[in-house]
C-alpha cells in the first residue's frame, strides 16, 4: 500500500461547497475501493463515505447522507468528495484511503494500512 494524496480543502462559510480529490502516484485507484474519513479536533477519526471499485456500492455517513457525494474519475484515476450544504461540525482533516469493505458501511480506520497527510476542510460559521 502507498498513501494516497488528497486536496481542495480549504476555508469556506456555513451553507458553502467544496470538492475533494484523491488521486494516487504511479498507480490507478481504478481497482481499488476508495474511502474517505475525517478527524475533527479532539475526535477520533470516521468513515465518511465509501466507493466501490467498480462503483456499484456508494456508502455515506448519516452525517453527511444528502450533502455529500462521492464520485470516481477513471480516464483521472481520481475519486472527488464533492461537499455541499457544509456545515461547522465538518470542519476537519480530510483523508481517502484503499479500503477492503465498501458496502452497508465502510472499514473502520483502524484496518486501513496506510494514510496520507490529508486535507484540512474548515467551515465558518
Known amino acids: 500500500q502507498v498513501p494516497l494524496v488528497e486536496s481542495g480543502g480549504g476555508l469556506v462559510q456555513s451553507g458553502g461547497s467544496l470538492r475533494l480529490s484523491c488521486a494516487a502516484s504511479?498507480?490507478?485507484?481504478?481497482?481499488?475501493?476508495i474511502g474517505w474519513f475525517r478527524q475533527a479536533p479532539g475526535k477520533e477519526r470516521e468513515g465518511v463515505s465509501c466507493v466501490s471499485s467498480g462503483g456499484t456500492n456508494i456508502y455515506y455517513a448519516d452525517s453527511v447522507k444528502g450533502r455529500f457525494t462521492i464520485s470516481r474519475d477513471a480516464a483521472k484515476s481520481t475519486v472527488y468528495l464533492q461537499m455541499s450544504s457544509l456545515k461547522p461540525e465538518d470542519t476537519a482533516v480530510y483523508y481517502c484511503?484503499?479500503?477492503?469493505?465498501?458496502?452497508?458501511?465502510?472499514?473502520?480506520?483502524?484496518?486501513?494500512?496506510?494514510w496520507g497527510q490529508g486535507t484540512l476542510v474548515t467551515v465558518a460559521s
Open positions: 484511503a484503499e479500503v477492503v469493505i465498501c458496502g452497508i458501511g465502510v472499514s473502520p480506520p483502524r484496518y486501513v494500512g496506510v
Open positions: 504511479g498507480f490507478t485507484l481504478d481497482y481499488y475501493n
